[in-house]
């Protein structure tokens, strides 16, 4: 698998090889759309919280006599139809919506994902990044020359407070390091910027 190498301005250098093994593999949409799933539910708070009939605050006290008042017999105040009262089967803040998944089908998942960016050709390889000073400015220039105008996921080899301040204030950017790239992401935003050194960094999804 090759692709094109840029540098910062935008302009082609040479062709480069791709791992066959994480750019080349078949697209399993079923694989991906589990790990997506896998990464949503185990994301997922669990905040939603009902009272049960024992949690309800009040009185325990029949409101009425049972017979001979015309009206249908009640209970106490807490009576789940009764307006404040105790909810059947509501939601519960112990209910558990993780998910398990192998991590070879995860990273399985991943590569499918990045061989889908470089086929519709939203895949783009830059040699380096170097600017002088964190400046939002600088980087947006940067993509600029590099063409691209919509949602981007900008993955960097290690921790660069250069880069990653650069473009914080990008809206339609997302700087994320290789190691946690995700099905996620990789699905919300068209574009994948990769350094020539962050390519280094993904043969851990090989192993």
């Known amino acids: 698998m090759k692709t094109v190498l840029f540098d910062q301005k935008g302009k082609e250098l040479w062709s480069i090889d791709l791992d066959k093994s994480i750019f080349g593999v078949e697209t399993d949409e079923n694989l991906i759309h589990r790990a997506l799933v896998y990464q949503l539910a185990n994301a997922r708070k669990n905040v939603a919280h009902t009272k049960t009939r024992w949690e309800r605050r009040g009185s325990t006290r029949k409101i009425y ?5 015309g009206r249908a017999r009640m209970g106490s105040n807490r009576s789940p139809i009764r307006k404040k009262g105790w909810v059947v089967f509501g939601p519960r803040n ?8 192998n991590k070879k089908e995860r990273r399985k998942a991943i590569c499918g994902a990045l061989t889908e960016k470089l086929k519709s050709k939203n895949l783009i390889v830059v040699d380096s990044i170097k600017l002088k000073e964190a400046k939002t ?6 993509f600029q020359s590099l063409k691209i105008d919509t949602t981007t996921l900008f993955a960097i080899p290690n921790k660069d407070s250069v880069l ?8 339609k950017v997302k700087t994320i390091l290789t190691n946690y790239l995700n099905v996620k992401d990789l699905l919300k935003y068209k574009k ?3 350094l020539k050194s962050s390519i280094e960094n993904l043969e851990y999804l090989t192993k």
């Open 94 to 101: 112990s209910a558990n919506y993780t998910l398990s998944m």
């Open 192 to 194: 994948l910027v990769l």
């Open 137 to 142: 400015k600088l980087m947006n220039n940067v």
């Open 65 to 69: 006599r049972q017979k001979w008042t």
């Open 164 to 171: 990653e301040n650069a473009s914080t204030n990008l809206p």
